[in-house]
């Protein structure tokens, strides 16, 4: 009896020792079940910004030069003062080139006054008188003169010859004697001879008038051209600003000499300036010509000023990739100067109803970027395509629709077709 009792106490000690440890079993499958977090896939809005740093610079500047040789007579500004487009700001000998120029200037009114003399002394040939040979053109009065000499000694011949012709016949007929009749021959050849004579006088003045009114002319002009260079190398020694701005630098001094080509003065124009940023060969194709952007500045914190892309660079600097840009920034009142650091911030693109998940969601697995969705209760791991990086966040291009739950936290720790707890601000919620 004692014995039966012995191993009834065995059997039931063996039978709680099961239930115990069926007990433990089933509680440590329970606690294998991975909590996670979820976010529900939904459309939303994607801005892709960049930023590039740079600095400030003028948005036009120019080292003026000497075209000149000369000395330093005047000098119409100081370092840092502002000028405007056309203003003189240097004289390098200009009292003795204003004297080269009034020299210039009296011999060309001499030489106009001459030339219009000339000019005056030409008289339009009569078109009835050989209209043949004149035809209206204009000649000297002394030619002029000359031809009236060739017209009556014509005339004188033509009645001399007619003269002759007739006591010819009368001769002939033996009417008159040869004495008589020789008279008229000599008259007839004299009057050919003052004839001839009158035509080589009209022919030589013809000639003479060709050359005397242009050389008038080559000498009025040539003393136009002088005055002109006198003019121009005046003009020179007046140094002027090319456009309006703020001059930099004072390099010359007053009474000092300087050689054609050395540097004045350096002016820029700030009205404007200009942020020079270099652009990453990848992203080229965010930026165009007219886009708008943003700018701060160290130097002014807390503002943002406003600017848009002015010129874009046509080849990638071969060492960096990177392509030059310019942005011109409006300042009227001047606060910004050349140098200042500048950060550029700008809208790369914009896009709506796109997929944005935690970066942190995303796994890297041999096969590419995975995530893990729930479905029914068991995490399903699906590979997707990444497109944007958008600071902490990723755009997905393929592999998440709208609506799926995708695991954003213990999503390290799973395998596909795991059961999953989903937990929602640390407490455990029924799975569905």
Known sequence: MKQILSECKALLLLVLIAIVGAGHVLAVQKTNVTNVKIMVVSPKKMN???????????????????????????IDFEEGEKVKKGQVLVHISTSELELRKSMAKTKYDQALVNYKLQKNLFVSSSNSQDEKNQNGKKEYIATRRLRLQENLAKSNYEFALSEYEAQKKLFEKQLISSKDFQKYRNTMEINLFRYHDACLDVRQSEIADLTRLEDFKNTLEINKIDLNLAALELDKSKIKAPFNGI??????????????????????????????????????????????????????????????????????????????????IDNTDRRLLPGMMARIELLAKSEKNQVIVPRHAVVERERGSMVYVVEKGVAVQKQVRIGEMIRENVQIVAGLEFGDQLIVIGQDLLSNNEAVNVVNANKKIAQK
């Open 48 to 74: 892709i910004y960049k930023s590039y740093m740079g600095y400030l610079k003028p948005f036009d500047r120019v080292v003026v030069k000497a075209e000149t040789s000369g000395t330093v007579e005047k």
């Open 247 to 328: 001059v930099k630098d004072k390099i010359v001094q007053l009474g000092g000499f300087v050689q054609k080509g050395s540097d004045i003065l350096e002016i820029m124009d700030i009205s404007n300036v200009l942020a020079k940023i270099n652009i990453p060969e990848k992203e080229v194709r965010y930026l165009d010509t007219g886009k708008t952007v943003s700018i701060g500045l160290d130097a002014i914190p807390g503002v943002e000023f406003s600017g848009r892309i002015k010129t874009m660079g046509m080849e990638a600097d071969r060492q960096s990739r990177s392509f030059p840009a310019e942005i011109v």
